[in-house]
């Protein structure tokens, strides 16, 4: 946009604003001249005083989430159960329930470290593979839960 066009748009909306401005002004002082003449005819008011419409409802409370197992527990559990490589929809899919992307991500990267299983990420469009290293071993405590020397 050249700087010409910018001041001729801006220049535009100056005037556009004005008009919008003077016709609510105007609008302003139709409604103060109506209610000055039934004041000075003396008359009952045709129409009642302006009401504020109610306010609004407080909206429904969202229905109360089914707590979930611990989800490292859970994944610890249904790993067996999984094909040697597997994905994030395999694991949804043993589950029966679906975690928060982050908790599952969190979890599956903390069963890395632990060594109980490897991530190959994504390339592109194909997502992250898991590999179980130890199968059919539940390894006990990691040395940062307690169970090291």
Avoid: C, N
């Avoid at 999984?82 to 979890?107: C, H, M, N």
């Amino acid at each position: 946009m050249e700087r010409d066009e910018y001041e001729r748009r801006k220049a535009a909306l100056e005037e556009i604003y004005r008009a919008d401005l003077d016709l609510i002004r105007a609008a302003h002082e139709a409604r103060l001249r109506s209610l000055e003449a039934l004041w000075l005819s003396g008359a009952p008011a045709a129409t009642p005083d302006p009401v504020l419409p109610p306010a609004p409802e407080p909206p429904t409370p969202a229905p109360a989430r089914q707590p979930t197992p611990h989800l490292r527990t859970a994944i610890q559990e249904i790993l067996p159960d999984l094909p040697v490589q597997f994905e994030k929809k395999d694991v949804i899919a043993a589950l029966g329930w679906t975690p928060s992307r982050g908790a599952l991500y969190r979890t599956l990267l903390g069963l890395a470290v632990a060594g109980i299983i490897k991530i190959d990420p994504s390339l592109g469009r194909h997502p992250s593979q898991y590999r179980k290293l130890k199968e059919g071993s539940a390894p006990g405590p990691s040395p940062a839960e307690g169970g090291g020397v």
